[in-house]
């Protein structure tokens, strides 16, 4: 799992973080060393992607959607730090500015109507003007 060897993982009930974790740790994984690879870090077969992650805190999203979900620790990890967060939003969403891009790339497996759409929004907006698009072709 992301360079960690897993000899047999199976967990049947994800929304169990707790449960998930445990089974990560008996495993002997290094679960904050894996985090942090999940998070910042992709596979050497994707490097072509030059792919840049944004990591934000979700006190700073400026759009918040879906269920608040209060962290319990009967149902989720609790982190270092469990009255950093009280509650949080199901989704929160981080507004980047336009010129934090230089290009878009439309992946092989996106549908025609989708690719269509977000070219023509691309055109549209003379603020995306210098954006790059590349589509993916089919990997063998």
Not at 6 to 30: E, R, T
Request: with cysteine.
């Amino acid at each position: 799992m992301n360079g960690e060897p897993i000899k047999k993982y199976h967990v049947s009930d994800f929304s169990q973080p707790l449960a998930v974790y445990g089974k990560l740790l008996s495993q002997g994984v290094n679960v904050e060393e894996l985090s942090e690879r999940l998070m910042f870090s992709k596979s050497p077969k994707w490097h072509y992607e030059d792919e840049t992650r944004v990591i934000c805190p979700l006190q700073l999203c400026e759009k918040k959607l879906g269920a608040t979900i209060v962290p319990s620790e009967e149902n989720d990890v609790i982190v270092d730090l469990p009255n950093l967060i009280q509650s949080y939003s199901e989704i929160c969403l981080k507004k980047i500015p336009f010129d934090a891009f230089d290009s878009v790339v439309l992946g092989y497996a996106i549908s025609n109507a989708d690719k269509i759409t977000i070219i023509n929004k691309i055109k549209d907006n003379p603020l995306l003007s210098n954006l790059k698009l590349k589509v993916e072709s089919c990997k063998a």
